[in-house]
């Protein structure tokens, strides 16, 4: 930045006057003379005066009248003191000079922005370069050392998996070609196993049936809701980790699997044929108390079938005469944006359903709901393994007033995730936005306090809490009385 500084001439002019003294002298102390000398020499005096007043009126006149030579040696004095006049010609020479100026500053300009970005570049491409060559020199390496190098197996998949992990975003995911296609599957509802919603119980390494999906393979061979499995193929989970015998379960169609599973204290085997099986996100049940009907619906997460099943589901507990709606999101890890906006449209009277920002605070989307409402008394439960989409729906109701909401606070996720398909078919989905609710703040690692903060029995937790009875859940009980009082 170039800074200017203008100097003004603030001295006034000043004008400078001379005085004259042309007063005579009175000389005294002379003595007499005869008269006719007086008067000679008194004639003779008066002219020398008269000749000497002369000569000073002269000198005076001088020392005022400027003359010719002086006049023209003032006058340019006085025009620099005066604004200066520029011809025409002067006026369009010198806005030339500025404009060329100006042209020659920006082109500097330009082109120092144009060099700093083509540096940028090229340590850019330099990098890609480098990682590139150390990449072949590693690989060199062990294609020439490695004892088993013949055993490699390191994919594309592989490297930029463990890319999108290095960055730190842990939302991130990243799907192969092949893994992408069954995630669409599945968000569909179309999956393949055996069939079964579980939780993982680490702390007594065995993994709890939540629920038995209809028609499923599971549900043909007999396995049933609060069946703990303890072992896979002839193997305990305590002998091969929790985490390996869980991972052991899913495969290919038509193969079997032999489960381990403890029922009323009792240890069986039972032996699923893997195959096809729909899976179901909302899941639905009735609850008597005073002789009063109170619908139960737990939303296991929201992906793409939940809008329809949740529709379902809304519409035939208003139709078998419950008098309220006890909508569980406890666990529930979120989805799918726009099948929440749906499910909210749909129970939510006309209004803001969520706002979209960038990372910079600039709202760049906006979800309403239309005039028609979902006409039930409304309660919601969520705990500290609610996340996402499950708490838009938790504050979402609370802000319109339309559920009051149980439990315990919740994880605090409030941000979304974008999908980006790379040129083989993969897809990535990278951290990319906030969101929120119209009447509140973001909560993205706050999380949300519920209405009632209601804990859970002793003993319960959120890993073995759908393990538990109506009479043991201290949270659907504390909703369930909320619509019945």
């Given at each position: 930045?170039?800074?200017?500084?203008?100097?003004?001439?603030?001295?006034?002019?000043?004008?400078?006057?001379?005085?004259?003294?042309n007063?005579?002298?009175?000389?005294?102390?002379?003595?007499?003379?005869?008269?006719?000398?007086?008067?000679?020499?008194?004639?003779?005096?008066?002219?020398?005066?008269?000749e000497?007043?002369?000569?000073?009126?002269?000198?005076?006149?001088?020392?005022?009248?400027?003359?010719?030579?002086?006049?023209q040696?003032?006058?340019?004095?006085?025009?620099k003191?005066?604004?200066?006049?520029?011809?025409?010609g002067?006026?369009?020479?010198?806005?030339?000079?500025?404009?060329?100026?100006?042209?020659?500053?920006?082109?500097?300009?330009?082109f120092?922005?144009?060099?700093?970005?083509?540096?940028?570049?090229?340590?850019?491409?330099?990098?890609?370069?480098?990682?590139?060559?150390?990449?072949?020199?590693?690989?060199?390496?062990?294609?020439?050392h490695?004892?088993?190098?013949?055993?490699?197996?390191?994919?594309?998949?592989?490297?930029?998996?463990?890319?999108?992990?290095?960055?730190?975003?842990?939302?991130?995911?990243?799907?192969?070609?092949?893994?992408?296609?069954?995630?669409?599957?599945?968000?569909?509802?179309?999956?393949?196993?055996?069939?079964?919603?579980?939780?993982l119980?680490?702390?007594?390494?065995?993994?709890?049936?939540?629920?038995?999906?209809?028609?499923?393979?599971?549900?043909?061979?007999?396995?049933?809701?609060?069946?703990?499995?303890?072992?896979?193929?002839?193997?305990?989970?305590?002998?091969?980790?929790?985490?390996?015998?869980?991972?052991?379960?899913?495969?290919?169609?038509?193969?079997?699997?032999?489960?381990?599973?403890?029922?009323?204290?009792?240890?069986y085997?039972?032996?699923?044929?893997?195959?096809?099986?729909?899976?179901?996100?909302?899941?639905?049940?009735?609850?008597?108390?005073?002789?009063?009907?109170i619908?139960y619906?737990?939303?296991?997460q929201?992906?793409?079938?939940?809008?329809?099943?949740?529709?379902?589901?809304?519409?035939?507990?208003?139709?078998?005469?419950?008098?309220?709606?006890?909508?569980?999101?406890?666990?529930?890890?979120?989805?799918?944006?726009?099948?929440?906006?749906?499910?909210?449209?749909?129970?939510?009277?006309?209004?803001?359903?969520?706002?979209?920002?960038?990372?910079?605070?600039?709202?760049?989307?906006?979800?309403?709901?239309?005039?028609?409402?979902?006409?039930?008394?409304?309660?919601?439960?969520?705990?500290?393994?609610?996340?996402?989409?499950?708490?838009?729906?938790?504050?979402?109701?609370?802000?319109?007033?339309?559920?009051?909401?149980?439990?315990?606070?919740t994880?605090?996720?409030?941000?979304?995730?974008?999908?980006?398909?790379?040129?083989?078919?993969?897809?990535?989905?990278?951290?990319?936005?906030?969101?929120k609710t119209?009447?509140?703040?973001?909560?993205?690692?706050i999380?949300?306090?519920?209405?009632?903060?209601?804990?859970?029995?002793?003993?319960?937790?959120?890993?073995?809490?759908?393990?538990?009875?109506?009479?043991?859940?201290?949270?659907?009980?504390?909703?369930?009385?909320?619509?019945?009082?």
């Amino acid at each position: 930045m170039t800074y200017f500084e203008e100097k003004m001439d603030n001295n006034p002019d000043i004008e400078e006057k001379d005085t004259v003294d042309n007063s005579a002298e009175e000389v005294v102390g002379q003595e007499p003379v005869q008269e006719e000398q007086v008067q000679e020499e008194q004639v003779e005096e008066e002219q020398v005066q008269e000749e000497a007043q002369e000569e000073q009126a002269q000198q005076e006149e001088t020392q005022q009248e400027p003359t010719d030579t002086e006049e023209q040696q003032t006058k340019p004095e006085k025009k620099k003191k005066d604004k200066k006049r520029y011809t025409r010609g002067q006026m369009v020479f010198v806005s030339l000079i500025a404009v060329f100026l100006t042209i020659v500053i920006t082109s500097q300009l330009v082109f120092s922005a144009a060099t700093s970005f083509y540096k940028k570049e090229i340590h850019k491409n330099n990098e890609n370069s480098y990682f590139f060559s150390l990449y072949d020199e590693l690989t060199g390496l062990y294609q020439s050392h490695y004892l088993y190098s013949d055993e490699i197996d390191v994919s594309v998949d592989d490297l930029l998996r463990q890319y999108v992990i290095s960055t730190n975003d842990r939302y991130a995911m990243y799907y192969s070609p092949e893994e992408w296609y069954l995630s669409q599957e599945s968000s569909m509802g179309k999956s393949a196993g055996i069939g079964a919603y579980v939780s993982l119980d680490e702390a007594h390494q065995c993994i709890n049936i939540i629920h038995v999906f209809k028609d499923s393979p599971a549900e043909k061979a007999g396995l049933k809701a609060k069946d703990i499995v303890v072992g896979v193929d002839g193997k305990y989970f305590t002998e091969i980790g929790l985490e390996n015998g869980y991972n052991s379960i899913p495969g290919e169609n038509g193969t079997k699997v032999r489960l381990t599973i403890i029922r009323d204290n009792a240890e069986y085997d039972l032996i699923v044929k893997r195959g096809d099986y729909i899976y179901q996100s909302v899941l639905t049940d009735i609850i008597k108390v005073d002789d009063k009907k109170i619908g139960y619906m737990h939303i296991l997460q929201f992906i793409g079938a939940t809008f329809e099943e949740f529709k379902i589901a809304a519409k035939e507990l208003k139709d078998k005469g419950c008098v309220g709606v006890v909508i569980d999101v406890r666990n529930n890890p979120g989805g799918q944006l726009d099948t929440i906006v749906n499910v909210l449209d749909y129970i939510e009277p006309e209004g803001g359903i969520v706002e979209i920002y960038d990372s910079n605070g600039k709202q760049i989307g906006r979800y309403n709901s239309k005039p028609s409402e979902y006409d039930m008394p409304l309660a919601i439960l969520c705990n500290e393994s609610t996340a996402s989409a499950a708490e838009l729906m938790t504050k979402s109701l609370m802000d319109t007033g339309k559920a009051k909401s149980f439990g315990v606070k919740t994880y605090g996720k409030g941000c979304g995730q974008s999908a980006f398909q790379l040129s083989n078919g993969a897809v990535v989905y990278i951290t990319s936005f906030f969101y929120k609710t119209p009447y509140s703040d973001n909560y993205d690692g706050i999380g949300i306090t519920p209405d009632y903060v209601v804990d859970y029995a002793e003993g319960v937790n959120s890993i073995n809490l759908f393990m538990q009875d109506y009479e043991n859940d201290t949270q659907l009980q504390a909703a369930v009385r909320s619509l019945i009082d």
